[in-house]
């Protein structure tokens, strides 16, 4: 007993439950649409950054430098357009 119960008083002891499980029963019908709400939430998150994302940076560490290159560009600076060549 603690000093701020009041004297002869005591608590009822409090049993733990077994699991903390709700079913769909247990749960107003506005928790049940914000379940689902927050499952497909859930699962949108980790398509995009656990798959989706690493797959695009990998496509943009390859093809950034293939886009910022000139080797096959046209160059019309004369009458006729040259493509560019960097090994000749």
């Known amino acids: 007993m603690t000093h701020l119960q009041a004297h002869g008083r005591q608590r009822k002891e409090l049993t733990r439950p077994k ?3 709700l079913s769909k029963r ?3 019908w ?3 649409i914000e379940y689902y709400i927050y ?3 859930r699962k949108l998150y980790v ?3 656990f798959y989706f994302l ?3 940076v990998l496509l943009l560490m390859y093809f ?5 290159n ?3 560009a046209l160059d019309c600076s004369g009458e006729e357009c040259q493509i560019k060549d960097d090994f000749n």
Not at 64 to 68: A, H, N
């Open 19 to 21: 699991t903390i499980y």
């Open 26 to 28: 247990d749960r107003p």
């Open 30 to 32: 506005f928790s049940i």
């Open 39 to 41: 499952l497909v939430f």
């Open 47 to 49: 398509a995009v950054w």
């Open 54 to 56: 690493p797959f695009i």
């Open 64 to 68: 950034i430098p293939v886009l910022q």
């Open 70 to 72: 000139d080797f096959g």
